[in-house]
């Protein structure tokens, strides 16, 4: 059983640092200058909680261009169960409740989960680029109603 949330109080924030550090930094050897921003205080945070455990989190901020996904982990642990998806359609549902007229989402992914972003509807766009030593492309999504 799992619940998303918007991550709100401290607690819940470290609980997003947590996971992210976790996947980011020491799975994938992020520098932590890199994978922590000034960004992470303009942006909303979400958790997955699987049984009352946070095991995924992701974030999203209003941009000039529309709306950016950012920092979409699942602790290894909880992979393979559809969080990263759930949290991503979490995100888009709350962003287009914020924002009513945001059409344009879009984000910068790993080369490697980029099958989980096209089976939401995401297309790549531009050349893949490298961000914190891992190649990315960037990929967006246009809703129409």
Same mark, same amino acid.
């Given at each position: %059983?799992?619940?998303?949330? #918007?991550?709100?109080?401290?607690? =819940? $924030?470290?609980?997003?640092?947590?996971?992210?550090?976790?996947?980011?930094?020491?799975?994938?050897?992020?520098?932590?200058?890199?994978?922590?921003?000034?960004?992470?205080?303009?942006?909303?945070?979400?958790?997955?909680?699987?049984?009352?455990?946070?095991?995924?989190?992701?974030?999203?901020?209003?941009?000039?261009?529309?709306?950016?996904?950012?920092?979409?982990?699942?602790?290894?642990?909880?992979?393979?169960?559809?969080?990263?998806?759930?949290?991503?359609?979490?995100?888009? #549902?709350?962003?287009?409740?914020?924002?009513?007229?945001?059409?344009?989402?879009?984000?910068?992914?790993?080369?490697?989960? %980029?099958?989980?972003?096209?089976?939401?509807?995401? $297309?790549?766009?531009? =050349?893949?680029? $490298?961000?914190?030593?891992?190649?990315?492309?960037? %990929?967006?999504?246009?809703?129409?109603?």
């Amino acid at each position: %059983m799992f619940k998303i949330i #918007q991550a709100k109080s401290l607690e =819940e $924030i470290h609980e997003v640092f947590d996971i992210r550090i976790e996947v980011f930094v020491v799975e994938q050897a992020c520098l932590p200058s890199e994978e922590f921003d000034e960004l992470d205080a303009q942006a909303k945070h979400y958790l997955l909680l699987e049984d009352g455990k946070p095991v995924a989190t992701g974030r999203y901020r209003k941009t000039d261009k529309g709306i950016k996904i950012e920092r979409i982990a699942t602790l290894a642990s909880a992979r393979g169960k559809g969080y990263a998806s759930q949290i991503v359609q979490h995100i888009i #549902q709350e962003a287009r409740s914020a924002y009513p007229d945001a059409t344009y989402f879009y984000l910068h992914s790993q080369q490697t989960v %980029m099958p989980l972003y096209a089976s939401l509807g995401f $297309i790549p766009f531009g =050349e893949t680029f $490298i961000e914190a030593d891992i190649v990315h492309q960037a %990929m967006s999504l246009i809703i129409r109603d």
